[in-house]
């Protein structure tokens, strides 16, 4: 019933800053998924497709550390009698915590701190809340980035908040109606998506839900059908819960009885046109969720009940706190299933949110059809199908409505796209979304100067570009800038090929770059050029490049650089030159956690016991979901200790021995399967 603008006093590590390289996508924008011999052909379907990594032109947020000190993070808070709900707006909107006032309890699984850690796109994430993806695989480009915040009035005098965002990858608009009437025991979310481009783009939405995760939780939906992943497989298989082939014998609607990482995806029938999802607790409690039938889809996630499922949930929170599962909603059969958004189009649902009390021992049956029917019977009771249609039909009336005060800046995105659009002539940006001058920063001025101005500005080769753009509309712009000779500079012909790299068109980002590198050698063009040649597989052309780049300025820019160089170099397994390298950096360099990680097969093999030693001690900030490139250094250390022990040489057979033998460290020990 009430928006306000508070903050939130917390534990934690702020993101201190972007990788300046422009990450490159996928050339392979399909993803080949292995599926089982258990797999339902109606949903090999578009499995794959346009899952291929993408970045551009978002940077990658990748530092920050483990060093916590309190911090104050601005919040917005939309309550009223029964229920308080605290978004994040830095913070792609993430609704924080949602709270029972009527028992004082979280009804969310709430982080006791934030704490950055590299599972989404662009890296950083944190655990916790509700988190709203969209448009590429992963947790979102925005997840750890401001949205616009602004508050409206309903018809009945309830204030409501809204949360939008231009997204920059697709060219689409976006936007979060959150509903909490006096008297409503539901908090209400509207989502609209609109694309207005003149053709289709990929699309993807999951709703990311964490729900505290105890020794009998218990999850349910409206379907037994899913397809689960297969560990050993490392693909799909579908089955009905609650007992899967991959583990026989167990009921995993039970999160906690999974002895690895896994998911498993509820397949909605297409005759169901309200799906749910809920999560029963030993004292009767249950969360639910509830959507009109554009969001078809259900997931439950966990991090399993082994060394490294726990040791993640301890990383992203606390020890002993930071046990939780996921509850997810989307468009497409898994997060690996392809989606196309026509052109022209606007797609919206309405998810709602709450929580309620069952009997444990109907909700407990043995029978998981029997408990499944007796949980569907009281979330109907709750909030059947036609009372989420009628709440959808009613926000669905304030999607035009425009802010009534803006409580939040985002990034200044939308507004140079409304800015372009209006110069340009075209269509208008869509009603109930409010762009500000004030957005506006840095970042979006050398393409306001290219707008308005007819060039984009040269700037000296040491700095850091202020942003990337790949929008084909930029890139036009840009093209018919450069046939003044007057407009041609360095870094003009820099960011045009980076556009056209981006789009695939190889020939001419090269000629592009070759063109910059004529009128200003740069550290920049040279790393590009890297990338073409890692590209086509000539890593010797590769390290030359970088290496140009080097001696440009008798050393990187960013320690991204040196990154990248030594990842060229270990390829090549040579160990020297790549101890030698990382000599040669900076001290701060020298002590970033993904450099030590890429020497440490570098120090092993050249006898720097001292050094593994120091690694396998330390509690590394970025260490990425799945990562086994530590865990596999320890096992390594610990073969050659025993040959050197038996006066052999180090062998496969030796290593599977240590594994055995030489169980990692808790600490550094992030398996998804496994011990």
């Given at each position: ?84 709900a ?19 309890r ?11 850690a ?12 509700i ?121 995993v ?11 498993y ?24 969720e ?52 026509p ?13 309620s ?79 500000t ?7 979006q ?61 190889e ?48 050393g990187?820019p ?12 270990m ?8 101890w ?37 001690n ?15 250094l ?34 550094i ?7």
């Amino acid at each position: 019933m009430k928006v306000r603008m508070s903050s939130l006093t917390i534990e934690g590590a702020l993101i201190e800053g972007e990788n300046p390289l422009p990450m490159f996508r996928s050339r392979d924008h399909h993803r080949e998924v292995f599926v089982n011999e258990n797999y339902v052909d109606e949903h090999k379907l578009n499995l794959g497709n346009d899952t291929g990594e993408r970045y551009l032109p978002y940077r990658m947020q990748d530092r920050y550390s483990r060093a916590r000190e309190m911090l104050e993070l601005k919040t917005v808070v939309l309550e009223n009698d029964h229920l308080q709900a605290v978004f994040l707006p830095d913070y792609g909107g993430r609704l924080y915590s949602l709270k029972d006032k009527r028992t004082n309890r979280e009804i969310l699984y709430k982080n006791p701190v934030f704490q950055p850690a590299n599972l989404a796109i662009l890296n950083a994430w944190f655990s916790g809340g509700i988190e709203w993806n969209i448009g590429h695989l992963g947790h979102t480009y925005t997840t750890c980035s401001p949205l616009h915040a602004a508050k409206l009035v309903d018809d009945e005098g309830n204030e409501f908040l809204r949360m939008y965002e231009y997204e920059r990858c697709k060219n689409i608009f976006w936007q979060l109606d959150f509903h909490l009437p006096q008297g409503s025991e539901q908090l209400l979310l509207y989502v609209r998506i609109v694309n207005d481009n003149n053709h289709a783009v990929p699309m993807y939405w999951w709703t990311n839900i964490a729900v505290e995760e105890t020794t009998e939780s218990r999850v349910f939906s409206d379907t037994k059908d899913v397809i689960y992943h297969d560990p050993e497989l490392k693909g799909f298989g579908t089955g009905q819960l609650p007992y899967l082939s991959s583990v026989p014998d167990t009921d995993v609607s039970y999160p906690m009885r999974f002895p690895y990482s896994n998911e498993y995806f509820f397949q909605t029938a297409e005759s169901c046109k309200s799906p749910w999802e809920a999560i029963v607790y030993e004292d009767g409690r249950v969360f639910y969720e509830r959507s009109t039938a554009l969001l078809r889809y259900r997931k439950m996630f966990c991090w399993g009940n082994h060394q490294g499922g726990r040791r993640w949930c301890d990383f992203l929170a606390k020890p002993g706190e930071g046990n939780y599962i996921e509850l997810q909603g989307g468009f497409a059969p898994t997060q690996l299933h392809g989606l196309e958004m026509p052109a022209h189009t606007i797609w919206d649902f309405t998810q709602i949110f709450g929580v309620s009390v069952v009997d444990t021992k109907l909700a407990y049956d043995e029978s998981w059809d029997q408990a499944q029917g007796y949980v569907a019977a009281h979330l109907n009771e709750k909030l059947d199908e036609a009372e989420v249609y009628a709440s959808h039909n009613k926000l669905q009336a304030y999607a035009d409505k425009l802010p009534e005060s803006i409580l939040h800046k985002g990034s200044g995105w939308g507004e140079l796209e409304r800015i372009r659009r209006e110069q340009a002539g075209e269509r208008d940006i869509p009603q109930g979304i409010l762009f500000t001058d004030e957005s506006l920063g840095a970042e979006q001025l050398p393409w306001i100067a290219l707008m308005q101005e007819g060039s984009l500005p040269e700037s000296a080769v040491g700095d850091i570009p202020a942003s990337w753009m790949v929008q084909k509309e930029w890139t036009r712009l840009l093209q018919m800038s450069l046939k003044n000779p007057d407009n041609q500079n360095w870094a003009a012909y820099m960011h045009y090929g980076v556009m056209l790299y981006e789009q695939e068109l190889e020939a001419e980002a090269v000629d592009a770059w070759e063109t910059s590198i004529k009128l200003q050698p740069s550290t920049w063009v040279y790393r590009n050029l890297a990338e073409v040649m890692k590209q086509r597989g000539q890593r010797e052309e590769a390290l030359a490049c970088l290496e140009q780049a080097y001696n440009l300025t008798n050393g990187f820019p960013d320690r991204a650089f040196a990154e990248e160089y030594l990842n060229l170099i270990m390829l090549g397994k040579d160990y020297s030159k790549a101890w030698e390298v990382y000599e040669s950096l900076s001290v701060q360099d020298a002590r970033c956690d993904r450099i030590q990680i890429i020497v440490g097969k570098a120090a092993l093999e050249l006898g720097k016991y001292e050094f593994v030693n120091s690694l396998f001690n330390k509690e590394f900030a970025v260490i990425r979901e799945g990562e086994v490139l530590i865990i596999e250094l320890w096992f390594s250390y610990q073969a050659r200790k025993l040959a050197e022990s038996r006066n052999t040489s180090v062998t496969q057979q030796l290593i599977e021995e240590a594994k055995v033998m030489f169980p990692p460290p808790v600490n550094i020990d992030f398996r998804m399967v496994g011990a």
